[in-house]
């Protein structure tokens, strides 16, 4: 089983930034890709942001348009490790931001796990 544990969210006024940390945990063999994804009230999760693993090639960065430029994901391989730095942020980041991570666990079954989410708040 894989758990995957987030940090850093809370309230900013527009303007300001924030940096989400998503550590995973448990009985990994490798991990794939990693994401960030959010949930606005009354509406549906979206990719906010996606990074590959970068072992064979460059790490493949994805973001959704209405971050890029603002938002910048990374990621530490040998902690197990995603990060969001979120800057520029509007009222409209306004989100429960969750992580999410898939890849192969020690049993060689492929696992995909999301973390509990942290909230983020941008004030106006």
């Known amino acids: 089983q894989v758990q995957l544990v987030e940090s850093g969210g809370g309230l900013v006024q527009a303007g300001g930034s924030l940096r989400l940390s998503c550590a995973a945990s448990?009985?990994?063999?490798?991990?794939?890709?990693m994401g960030w994804y959010r949930q606005a009230p009354g509406k549906q999760r979206e990719l906010v942001a996606d990074?590959?693993?970068?072992?064979?090639?460059?790490?493949?960065?994805n973001y959704a348009d209405s971050v890029k430029g603002r938002f910048t994901i990374s990621r530490d391989n040998v902690n197990n490790t995603v990060y969001l730095q979120m800057n520029s942020l509007k009222p409209e980041d306004t989100a429960v931001y969750y992580c999410?991570?898939?890849?192969?666990?020690?049993?060689?079954?492929?696992?995909?796990?999301w973390g509990q989410g942290t909230q983020v708040t941008v004030s106006s």
């Open positions: 999410s991570a898939g890849g192969l666990a020690l049993s060689m079954l492929r696992f995909d796990s």
């Open positions: 990074i590959g693993s970068g072992i064979t090639n460059p790490e493949r960065t």
């Open positions: 448990g009985s990994i063999f490798s991990i794939y890709t």
